[in-house]
């Protein structure tokens, strides 16, 4: 509990007084939980209410956007103060949230945007996607400090944002390096065995000594590939760099025991800066901005990873 | 109904050629195709990969021949393997034996499979429909063994079943050879192969006949979970985790492909368990080949598509016949230049 909230409190920089929330109903209506990391925002929304004293109601849509718009709709009936919205989907909204506008209960989208008109909701926190790989990218340029390096990326699944933007921003951080070039790049569909099947042909394709650095586009392909690279007789972290996105639990085992090295948090407290935001707003009609961006924090061997993965590892990640 | 050699060679010779084929591509795209060396006592190299990344697919193969062979089909396989997965990796992380966990995800392999003969061969529910609940139920609950997360272990003896050796050879290779000789051997060198195609070529006469249908076909369904079963163990064996999400995800389709490029007919009847192994090689060998190509994976399943498309284009019996009248009346002016294309010959005696 103490370094969950030691953590906690570097994301939610400012606790409100308990007192002045004490009162508040929130409605939050979740996607689903079709991974990992989707439980775990789950888990510390209802933390984040919970310490703030606001009564929060919690509706799973089972990824279905019908249910999101009948929980909505019961959310705006029960006359709640606020509510919190993970869309689904970015389009098909705009009636309920001219409903919820209609009834001035004030909407704030979390973790994805919509296509509506942005005065039918407060704000909205998200991550930046190409900023996530942008600050991968750069890593990778300080660290190998004007040496070649050879580079090899595992893609996300083919066509999806996360995938499209993170290969975005990488490729923004190293253009004008020349020392830095991407040699294979190949889709690992976000997931542990075909990150190690890819990265087992790389391996072979390339030969495991000429590749210096592994880009993945999530942990898990990076965990999968780490797996091939030791099967391969080489060693994750030494010989081949390894920076991947979302630090989940695993990737900060696996930097702790060295055989990654960094990893770019996609921080499931996307709750926190919502409700800051939506306090301010309550207690003095502070307008938030429109876009609210959660920190991309850079985890690597200088920080303590072992207290973060027992940290995380309850989220439900 | 006796397996003579030749006759079994002239059977998989059209899948053997379309192996040799894909592979000859693989070397192309990457001369270094063929190497095999030994890496820290493991053999290492492309062909391996492909037999051992084949392992999956190759497993299911084998059971989803035999209930093809029945005219039914199973969808479940990979939901199957996701359930066997996630139960392996629950019991080991509560502290059971790895020899219990495996005997464990194979019984409730298995037992899935029972449901599904169950639906089939008691409610005579369509196959199609029957296996579809649990295609669509079984992530679900895998989901609720691994309760959402990636249930990862550290179990050596677990782990050795996917990520191992045996004498240098990876694990999984050895199981799904021994597997598919096995199966092979018990339905060609007993009645029992004859007595299933018998089903799948008319149920009501083979019933008619003294054929326990209903027995067989539970048992051939049950079958096909233990291999789903074998091979969601490996895979989450793998990966040192059970993905409940991504286990075995669409592979059903791949094992229904493979088994179609082995030449089986998805009406049932006469099938060769060793052509859809082969298969599933070629399967893998496309994968291979699309990994090893380098190209962007915009491209990747416009490529599988069209390999595969066109190897199915050249089993169909049109262009087999096509092939024939051609070849035979090139045959008139030039008796020499038949032999150069033997992928051309017609096989329909032994689809």
């Known amino acids: 509990m103490k370094l969950r909230t030691t953590l906690l409190a570097s994301a939610v920089s400012l606790l409100p007084v308990a007192g002045m929330a004490a009162d508040m109903t929130i409605g939050f209506s979740q996607i689903g939980s079709e991974s990992g990391w989707r439980a775990a925002e789950t888990t510390v929304t209802k933390q984040e209410a919970e310490s703030r004293g606001i009564d929060l109601k919690f509706a799973d849509a089972q990824q279905k956007q019908e249910n999101q718009i009948k929980a909505l709709r019961s959310f705006i009936a029960q006359g709640v103060d606020a509510i919190l919205l993970a869309p689904v989907v970015a389009t098909g909204w705009d009636q309920v949230l001219e409903e919820a506008q209609d009834a001035e209960i004030p909407v704030v989208l979390l973790d994805r945007t919509v296509d509506a008109a942005d005065d039918l909701y407060l704000t909205a926190v998200t991550s930046d996607l190409v900023h996530e790989g942008s600050v991968a990218g750069q890593w990778l340029v300080d660290e190998v400090a004007g040496e070649d390096c050879r580079i090899v990326e595992l893609q996300g699944t083919t066509g999806s944002s996360p995938a499209i933007d993170r290969k975005t921003g990488f490729e923004n951080a190293i253009s004008g390096h020349d020392n830095l070039e991407i040699v294979r790049s190949q889709t690992g569909d976000f997931t542990r065995s075909q990150g190690k099947v890819v990265m087992e042909s790389f391996l072979k394709a390339e030969g495991g000594e000429n590749i210096c650095a592994l880009y993945a586009h999530n942990d898990d392909m990076a965990v999968g590939a780490i797996q091939a690279i030791k099967e391969a007789g080489l060693n994750p972290g030494e010989d081949i760099l390894i920076v991947a996105i979302d630090a989940v639990p695993d990737a900060h085992l696996a930097i702790a025991q060295g055989e990654m090295n960094a990893t770019i948090e996609l921080t499931p407290n996307m709750a926190g800066p919502a409700l800051d935001a939506l306090e301010a707003y309550f207690a003095d009609g502070t307008m938030p901005p429109k876009w609210i961006q959660t920190e991309s924090k850079l985890y690597t061997a200088d920080d303590d990873n072992q207290a973060v993965y027992e940290m995380k590892k309850d989220l439900g990640y | ?351």
Request: aromatic content about 4%.
């Open chain 2, 1 to 351: 109904m006796s397996a003579t050699t030749p006759s079994v060679f002239k059977r998989i010779l059209p899948q053997l050629i379309i192996l040799g084929v894909v592979l000859a591509f693989n070397v192309a795209v990457f001369p270094g195709f063929l190497n095999i060396e030994i890496h820290n006592g493991r053999v290492f190299g492309n062909l391996i990969d492909v037999l051992n990344r084949g392992a999956p697919v190759a497993l299911l193969c084998i059971g989803m021949t035999l209930v093809i062979a029945t005219r039914g089909i199973d969808l479940s396989v990979g939901a199957v393997m996701a359930i066997a997965g996630a139960t392996a990796a629950s019991l080991v992380s509560e502290g059971h034996h790895w020899t219990t966990a495996l005997i464990g995800a194979l019984a409730v392999g298995s037992l899935c499979g029972l449901w599904n003969g169950f639906l089939v061969a008691v409610l005579r529910i369509q196959p199609i429909v029957a296996t579809l609940v649990l295609m669509v139920a079984g992530r679900g609950i895998a989901q609720l063994i691994t309760e959402g997360t990636i249930l990862t272990f550290i179990d050596p003896g677990l782990i050795r079943l996917g990520a191992g050796t045996i004498v240098g050879i990876p694990t999984p290779i050895l199981i799904w050879i021994a597997l598919g000789a096995g199966a092979i051997f018990a339905v060609r060198r007993t009645a029992l192969g004859m007595l299933i195609e018998a089903i799948g070529i008319n149920e009501a006469s083979s019933r008619l006949a003294g054929i326990n249908s209903r027995v067989l076909l539970i048992c051939v369904y049950a079958m096909t979970g233990f291999c789903a079963a074998l091979a969601g163990v490996i895979v989450a064996a793998d990966i040192k985790g059970a993905d409940a999400n991504n286990a075995g995800l669409w592979l059903e389709l791949d094992a229904i492909l493979a088994v179609v490029i082995g030449g089986n007919s998805l009406l049932g009847g006469r099938f060769s368990i060793l052509a859809s192994l082969l298969g599933a090689l070629i399967i893998q060998s496309v994968n291979s080949l699309i990994l090893l190509s380098g190209m962007p994976p915009e491209f990747n399943l416009i490529i599988k598509s069209v390999l595969i498309l066109a190897i199915l284009v050249i089993q169909s019996p049109k262009v087999g016949h096509l092939i024939y009248m051609l070849r035979a009346s090139s045959l008139h002016v030039q008796p020499e230049k038949s032999s150069s294309r033997p992928v051309l010959t017609p096989k329909e005696d032994a689809q």
